[in-house]
């Protein structure tokens, strides 16, 4: 399965670039995780959903590395999670 995260600072930006960009890749709009919230820690709600969902072999598209996180240490951390126990 092909995932998407989505996230933006705040309420009042638009994450469509970031929605039009992932179903161009092919990213069904069921499976796209949608976050508006800082950056600061992993303690999102969609996030967390999203990676509860993941299999072996499934895809995940971000549009840039910096939507997954601000803190290059814990998005270090994440990705090393993502890829060795979970995707």
């Known amino acids: 399965m092909d995932y998407g ?3 933006v600072s705040s309420t009042d930006q638009n994450e469509q670039r970031q929605r039009i960009a992932l179903r161009e890749r092919g990213v069904a709009e069921k499976r796209l995780f949608i976050d508006k919230q800082s950056g600061k820690d992993f303690e999102r709600p969609s996030y967390k959903q999203m990676v ?11 549009l840039s590395i ?4 601000r803190n290059y ?3 270090q951390e994440q990705w090393r999670f993502l890829t060795q126990q979970k995707i």
């Open 52 to 62: 509860k969902q993941f299999k072996p072999g499934d895809l995940l598209y971000i």
């Open 73 to 75: 240490k814990e998005i």
């Open 66 to 69: 910096d939507r997954l996180g």
């Open 5 to 7: 995260y989505i996230r």
